[in-house]
Nanobody, 123 residues
Framework: QVQLVESGGGLVQAGGSLRLSCAASARTFNIYAMGWFRQAPGKEREFVAAISGGNINTYYADSVKGRFTISRDNAKNAVYLQMNSLKPEDTAVYYC????????????????WGQGTQVTVSS
């Protein structure tokens, strides 16, 4: 019952920043934990960050910890990923998704994937 649309991707130089947005077309957005994942060509979909529905707990992959920050604004039905100190290895299509099962870092525990937004970091 929820549709997710990612935006904010683009081309950025290494060391730069981007802020990704995920807009949810659902009134019940606030009750769901949400996550960001990314997928580079030839690679499995990789966990990036997640945030609980109550905006209390956050989770990060080791590869992005200290550089990325996940947040949400339930009044706007939106979740964000602030990405700082970007590296070329961050290049991927970034997806947001809704958590529907127990694992915080497995893509199989999420659904309602958006179409993704491309992030390209040049060296």
């Amino acid at each position: 019952q929820v549709q997710l649309v990612e935006s904010g991707g683009g081309l950025v130089q290494a060391g730069g920043s981007l802020r990704l947005s995920c807009a949810a077309s659902a009134r019940t957005f606030n009750i769901y934990a949400m996550g960001w994942f990314r997928q580079a060509p030839g690679k499995e979909r990789e966990f990036v960050a997640a945030i609980s529905g109550g905006n209390i707990n956050t989770y990060y992959a080791d590869s992005v910890k200290g550089r990325f920050t996940i947040s949400r604004d339930n009044a706007k039905n939106a979740v964000y990923l602030q990405m700082n100190s970007l590296k070329p290895e961050d290049t991927a299509v970034y997806y947001c998704a809704r958590k529907v099962a127990s694992s915080w870092d497995s893509p199989t525990s999420f659904d309602s994937w958006g179409q993704g937004t491309q992030v390209t970091v040049s060296s």
